[in-house]
């Protein structure tokens, strides 16, 4: 029983740091993105706004780097103290990306400092402009680089085990394994898309408030074009990773999508409740689309649950994770799509109260989809740690101390969220942009 106990206190510890690593590690790959693009934008057309709006961008951007440095350092404590198995089995393999993630973090981290103490420093400011550039590649591979060890985890591959003994070890055959190009895809594109729109609801909040200014407006426009073109990249990304689990972890979308039998021209199903019989009920239907989505056929053969052994079968409730993770994914695409149409045609419908609001949802919804996709990702994979070769329960840890250790971090991720949040606050908050774009004229 102690060893079931300290399983999921193990499995809710690692919940709790990634749930809240997520949201800083996703600005972290997703806004220096949406500050060198203001900051082009300010160059090309020597316009102040976008300027500033890059600066203000860098300096709250430093703030979430520094949580997440704090959650990142604690989530490689917990692989070690909390999956002693799994690291000594994977670490041998995986080990490669893991320190190359640290190599470019350190990369983004030199590139951002130059980057911040270096404005108003050059004659021609695209040089400036060009120092964002390694930010921008260091974030992006440093997610590249970690999301890689995620997919392996699923798709394992680069070593062979020969009497309880790892053999043949590749780590580039490791790192590249058949998860990695649709993993990375797709944690990109939604990182860039989630920034884009948490921007875009904090502009749209600020003109509700009627303190909105032309600074705001070119803020609102600026990052919900980019949200659509992220929005598109994302949906991409989720139809080519419906079309990797159908070939590579066909149990992971047979749950997601309650598919309990092998057919041909299988359908799509969004919502829905299980009864006492285990049959589906209340559910939205789509004739033959999953079988479309999972290889481009309306009449193809999706494999069922009944095909999975038991114990191999994902939890269910991953089908309800699928569904608010595509939900927001349409109403981002859609909020966003609206707002380029108004821009076109009717620009002052932009600015109305609801047209506003509707956005301002965008941004926690963005960040809601993030969590509940990576919770798809990770409880889709169970009951395996590392697919086809080591289960959760063999990997987790047997120590006792666990619920000591949970309350401490839990209490530690308490004040760092609290600290962002006031430091974040008085940033800007005691200095509107208004005040600053005064003071460069002055």
């Known amino acids: 029983m102690a060893e079931l106990d300290s399983v999921l206190l193990s ?39 976008y300027l500033l709006l890059a600066r203000r961008w860098a300096r709250g951007f430093v703030v979430t780097v520094a949580v997440g ?57 695209i040089y400036h402009w060009l120092i964002s550039l390694p930010v921008v590649i260091g974030s992006s591979l440093s997610a590249f680089f970690i999301t890689t060890v995620n ?87 989720g139809d080519l990773s419906a079309k990797f689990l159908a070939e590579y972890q066909p149990e992971k979308l ?3 999508e309650w598919h309990f039998e092998t057919e041909e021209g299988a359908d799509l199903i969004f919502f829905g409740t299980l009864n006492e019989e285990g049959e589906i009920e209340n559910e939205i239907r789509f004739p033959k689309l999953l079988s479309f989505l999972a290889f481009n056929d309306f009449d193809a053969e999706v494999i069922g649950l009944d095909q999975i052994p038991d114990d191999e079968e994902p939890p269910l409730i991953v089908h309800y994770l699928f569904d608010v993770m595509v939900m927001i994914g349409m109403y981002g695409l859609g909020i966003s799509l609206l707002g380029l ?61 666990l619920p000591i250790i949970f309350g401490l971090f839990l209490v530690l991720y308490l004040i760092l969220g609290v600290i962002c949040v006031v430091v974040l606050r008085k940033i800007f908050r005691n200095n509107p942009a208004e005040a600053e774009l005064e003071r460069r004229f002055k």
Request: net charge positive.
């Open 151 to 237: 997919a392996f985890m699923n798709t394992p591959q680069g070593f062979s085990v020969e009497d309880g003994i790892l053999v043949g070890i590749d780590p580039l055959a490791a790192m590249f394994n058949p998860a990695t190009p649709s993993k990375v895809f797709h944690v990109l594109s939604s990182s860039f898309m989630t920034c884009a729109f948490i921007l875009a609801a904090i502009s749209a909040f600020v003109l509700l408030k009627g303190r909105g200014t032309d600074y705001h407006k070119k803020a609102l426009k600026l990052t919900l074009i980019s949200a659509f073109i992220f929005s598109f990249f994302t949906a991409l990304a």
């Open 254 to 256: 047979a749950a997601a």
């Open 69 to 125: 440095v704090v959650t990142g350092t604690v989530i490689g404590l917990q692989l070690a103290l909390l999956w002693p198995s799994f690291m000594e089995l994977a670490g041998q393999v995986i080990s490669l990306p893991l320190f190359m993630e640290t190599f470019a973090f350190f990369f983004e981290a030199i590139f951002l400092g130059i980057y911040l103490y270096t404005w108003d420093r050059f004659k021609k400011p």
């Open 341 to 401: 149409v108004l821009m076109k045609f009717k620009p002052k419908f932009l600015y109305n109260k609801v047209v506003l609001w509707l956005i301002v949802a965008s941004g926690p919804l963005a960040m809601i989809g993030i969590e509940a996709g990576w919770f798809y990702a990770e409880i889709g994979r169970q009951p395996w740690i590392l697919r086809g070769f080591m289960k959760v329960a063999e990997g987790a840890t047997t120590s006792t101390h």
């Open 11 to 49: 499995r809710m510890l690692t919940t709790l740091t990634l749930a809240f690593h997520i949201i800083f590690a996703t600005i972290g790959v997703g806004v220096p993105i949406m500050i060198s693009i203001a900051e082009f934008i300010g160059i090309k057309k020597n316009d102040e706004h």
